[in-house]
């Protein structure tokens, strides 16, 4: 599997205490484990099982994923800003690793 690479889309600029749509996509294939090789053996388990956003270390969205979700998992959601800042991504898969994106908007 490729190395999953996550994406986001974030307004470079918003005014004080405006609603931004904030949009995100990490490639991975998402192996349910419920699918069985040429062989007939099971293909282990591997999905993105948790996403969380936070903007200057305080929550704004997360939620956990099950072996349903689809490869590729992409999330739009709103949030409120009332400060220039930053958004911090996190997705965790369930061979441990985490995977991290930034980015930062600016309110006048």
Not at 11 to 19: I, L, M, V, Y
Not at 58 to 81: G, H, L, Q, R, T
Request: charged residues 30%.
């Amino acid at each position: 599997m490729a190395t999953p690479k996550p994406r986001v889309k974030v307004p470079k600029s918003a005014k004080a205490g405006e609603t931004v749509v904030i949009k995100t996509l990490i490639s991975h294939q998402m192996e349910s484990g419920q699918r069985k090789d040429k062989d007939g053996k099971v293909i282990p388990r591997e999905i993105i099982h948790k996403f969380a956003c936070e903007f200057n270390g305080k929550p704004v969205f997360s939620c956990d994923m099950e072996p349903a979700i689809s490869a590729n998992p992409y999330f739009e959601f709103n949030a409120k800003v009332n400060e220039s800042g930053k958004f911090k991504f996190t997705w965790e898969d369930d061979n441990g690793s985490v995977y991290t994106d930034e980015a930062a908007i600016e309110v006048s």
